[in-house]
């Protein structure tokens, strides 16, 4: 009995000590996962905006990139337009001449830049006359008009060796009919692009 009397006071003791320890150390508590809620719904909606604004930018500069290049095709084909034009003006003469008129030269300096921008194009110049003349006769003034056109544009820098001539004299006439206006036009001398034509660039001015 004795023993058992110590041995109370020993277990209740146990017993205080494990309930001091237990309030001391409360059990952990685990925090909740956060629901999705607004702010969640705001990051979701930034981040979905922001990938369709990058969409939106790639598809503007590849749109602006297009427009570019189709722009630089087209001066690229309006300038190789103005080069053709200029190189196949015709050159008109008065009537029996071969000399050069003011707007024949004019014509000529033109054709100039063209060559000069075009190094691999090569030309015929085609001497014609109108009706009048015998044909022996208007095969010589057709060349000699056609030789005063390439005179002109050598003087001027162009190679000679890009530039044939010849003559059809009165046998391809641009306009039907026997009086002046057909004539005017018939003595002419044509330019024909023989070489170098397929891609023209920009005459420099």
């Known amino acids: 009995m004795i023993r058992l009397s110590r041995a109370v006071p020993l277990l209740a003791l146990a017993a205080a000590s494990a309930v001091a320890a237990c309030r001391r150390n409360p059990p952990a508590q685990t925090q909740p996962e956060p629901a999705a809620g607004p702010d969640a719904d705001a990051i979701r909606r ?72 075009n190094p691999g194009v090569r030309i015929r110049i085609v001497g014609h006359t109108d009706e009048r003349g015998s044909d022996e006769y208007n095969l010589a003034l057709g060349q000699r008009r056609a030789a005063a056109a390439k005179r002109y544009l050598t003087e001027r820098g162009v190679e000679g060796g890009r530039i044939d001539v010849i003559s059809h004299g009165e046998e391809r006439p641009a306009v039907q009919g026997s009086d002046e206006s057909a004539w005017q036009q018939n003595r002419r001398a044509e ?15």
């Open 46 to 117: 930034a981040r979905e905006d922001s990938i369709a604004r990058a969409e939106q930018a790639r598809r503007d500069e590849e749109a602006r990139r297009a427009r570019e290049a189709e722009e630089a095709r087209r001066r690229a084909a309006e300038a190789a337009g103005n080069a053709r034009a200029a190189l196949t003006a015709v050159v008109y003469y008065e009537f029996d001449s071969a000399e050069l008129t003011d707007a024949a030269r004019s014509t000529l300096d033109a054709k100039v830049p063209a060559m000069a921008a």
């Open 191 to 205: 330019f024909e692009i023989v070489a170098g034509g397929a891609s023209l660039n920009a005459a420099n001015r």
